[in-house]
């Protein structure tokens, strides 16, 4: 694991400190290093993770729009994203 981080010092700008573990699995709120304990992601992956990780909803609709398109520009329309926003503004 040191191995790792000493290289990813060498290979990123050291714009922020970095916790010393290297994550290898998530499921749910938790996530694992390498060195297998657990830990509670309180980060949520900075907020892109808030259902958590590798919920089977959420990975069964990354892995079927994948296999369609993942992602254009906003300069373009996309049938999801109207259909999200249609979703979003019903409910809110």
Same mark, same amino acid.
């Given at each position: 694991?040191?191995? =790792?981080i /000493?290289? #990813?010092s060498q290979l990123f700008v050291g714009?922020?400190?970095?916790f010393p573990a290297v994550m290898v699995r998530g499921e749910g709120c938790r =996530?694992? /290093?390498? #060195?297998?304990?657990e830990y509670l992601d309180f980060l949520a992956g900075i907020a892109v993770c808030a259902l958590g990780h590798c919920h089977p909803?959420?990975?069964?609709?990354?892995?079927r729009q994948a296999g369609e398109l993942?992602?254009?520009s906003n300069l373009f329309y996309m049938?999801?994203?109207?259909?999200?926003?249609?979703?979003l503004i019903r409910h809110s």
């Open positions: 694991m040191t191995e =790792l /000493d290289e #990813a714009t922020y400190t970095r =996530l694992w /290093d390498m #060195a297998g304990r909803a959420v990975t069964a609709a990354i892995r993942v992602h254009v049938q999801p994203q109207i259909e999200l926003a249609r979703l």
